[in-house]
Antibody, heavy 126, light 106 residues
Framework: EVQLVESGGGLVKPGGSLRLSCAAS????????MSWVRQAPGKGLEWVGR??????????EYAAPVKGRFTVSRDDSKNTQYLEMNSLRSEDTAVYYC?????????????????WGQGTLVTVSS | DIQMTQSPSSLSASVGDRVTITCRAS??????LNWYQQKPGKAPKLLIY???SLRSGVPSRFSGGGSGTDFSLTISSLQPEDFATYYC????????FGQGTKVEIK
């Protein structure tokens, strides 16, 4: 059974930093592409960032609102994905979900978030 | 960024009703379109990918259609466990979600 367990959320002051972790099990983590999605209280979903497997280059990409402030990384020896968040703002307040970045090929490549963790709440407030 | 607009934002329906939610993209996204279901306090779940492919394990009463800029999610016979919020997502360019459609009990 695929399990994704986030941790590291909490209350942080504007301008502060936080690192989220996502412990994965039930699948071959080193081959998985991973991602982070967030949801502000009472709002919709927003993709944050993603990372490919090391064998596929380990490249990362970010949404515009977090680019330059957030960093996605992975430690395959620990089956863990990370989200390092710096220069936090009030608008970063959200539940942060760890997801697997699934893909399907039929001549074209289709991507989706197929497994999700339960989420961890980050509150940015003074 | 490509904007995704869902309609309606909310709807009330009864068990057994046929329900259709639409999602419109601000420019063509071909069929790079996914649908998710989210229940209160829970993580979203993938229902449909590539506009019309049903994820394994998802009941066949869910179906997706469309291409280009206009898409739909249809629930053929609404069940009690289907009351939730539904989101579309495009993965054609810089992935973005619709604002969500809340399906409530009438």
């Amino acid at each position: 059974e695929v399990q994704l367990v986030e941790s590291g959320g909490g209350l942080v002051k504007p301008g502060g930093s936080l690192r989220l972790s996502c412990a994965a099990s039930g699948f071959t983590f080193s081959k998985a592409w991973m991602s982070w999605v967030r949801q502000a209280p009472g709002k919709g979903l927003e993709w944050v960032g993603r990372i490919k497997s090391k064998t596929d280059g380990g490249t990362t990409e970010y949404a515009a609102p977090v680019k330059g402030r957030f960093t996605v990384s992975r430690d395959d020896s620990k089956n863990t994905q990370y989200l390092e968040m710096n220069s936090l703002r009030s608008e970063d307040t959200a539940v942060y979900y760890c997801t697997t970045w699934g893909r399907y090929y039929d001549g074209s490549a289709y991507y989706f978030f197929d497994y999700w963790g339960q989420g961890t709440l980050v509150t940015v407030s003074s | 960024d490509i904007q995704m607009t869902q309609s309606p934002s909310s709807l009330s329906a009864s068990v057994g009703d046929r329900v259709t939610i639409t999602c419109r993209a601000s420019q063509s996204v071909s069929n790079y379109l996914n649908w998710y279901q989210q229940k209160p306090g829970k993580a979203p779940k993938l229902l449909i990918y590539a506009a019309s492919s049903l994820r394994s394990g998802v009941p066949s009463r869910f179906s997706g259609g469309g291409s280009g800029t206009d898409f739909s999610l249809t629930i053929s016979s609404l069940q009690p466990e289907d009351f939730a919020t539904y989101y579309c997502q495009q993965t054609y360019s810089t992935w973005t979600f619709g604002q969500g459609t809340k399906v409530e009990i009438k």
